[in-house]
T-cell receptor
């Protein structure tokens, strides 16, 4: 089983719908992140959390919210999805005191019609 | 603020040849880290190599080496003896200081031709 698991892996939804992407990890890392990838734009940070009580906005947090339910779980929500939120979403973890290397989930491909 | 620039949207290389993927960065931090990740067409992100700003030697991992030129703020990835399986998107990323957020470049799509 993957160390960082994202569900769902693929989702098609309609404009205005609420969507939740879930991430769970078995690596025991404190730090968790949500990135989105768009063609030609690389990966951009949406939100990050350095422990259960710590939530921080990244560079593109508008239209998104997150919840850190436990050390191992970090969920990303789109309250009212819009087509330009169509993207590949990655959850990642890193270990406190490490080089900062990110360990990624397999990605969640979201399409908003 | 940190910035990563990858100026090559696409690169082509013949199998068994070496290829260099360019990455330049900008930061005001004295301590920082540089990373390269590979993303094959299947979509997963694979860590390749890391270089710390205080590391005096260039990092190497098998066929991958990082050509770190601190004064020029460049961290180019060199892949020796390219293989067909090296065809993928490659991302350069950096972490600034004690900030554990990685900033990514836009990526370079490498195609290895037989």
């Amino acid at each position: 089983d993957a160390d960082v698991t994202q569900t769902p892996r693929n989702r098609i939804t309609k404009t205005g719908k609420r969507i939740m992407l879930e991430c769970s990890q078995t690596k025991g890392h404190d730090r968790m992140y949500w990135y989105r990838q768009d063609p030609g734009l690389g990966l951009r940070l949406i939100y990050y959390s350095f422990d259960v009580k710590d939530i921080n906005k990244g560079e593109i947090s508008d239209g998104y919210s997150v919840s850190r339910q436990a050390q191992a779980k970090f969920s990303l929500s789109l309250e009212s999805a819009i087509p330009n939120q169509t993207a590949l979403y990655f959850c990642a973890t890193s270990e406190t005191g490490s080089t900062g290397e990110l360990f990624f989930g397999e990605g969640s491909r979201l399409t908003v019609l | 603020a940190q910035k990563i620039t990858q100026t090559q949207p696409g690169m082509f290389v013949q199998e068994k040849e070496a290829v260099t993927l360019d990455c330049t960065y900008d930061t005001s931090d004295q301590s920082y880290g540089l990373f390269w990740y590979k993303q094959p067409s299947s979509g997963e992100m694979i860590f390749l190599i890391y270089q710390g700003s205080y590391d005096e030697q260039n990092a190497t991992e098998g066929r991958y080496s990082l050509n770190f030129q601190k004064a020029r703020k460049s961290a180019n990835l060199v892949i020796s003896a390219s293989q067909l399986g090296d065809s993928a998107m490659y991302f350069c990323a950096m972490r600034g200081g004690s900030n554990y957020k990685l900033t990514f470049g836009k990526g370079t799509l490498l195609t290895v031709n037989p």
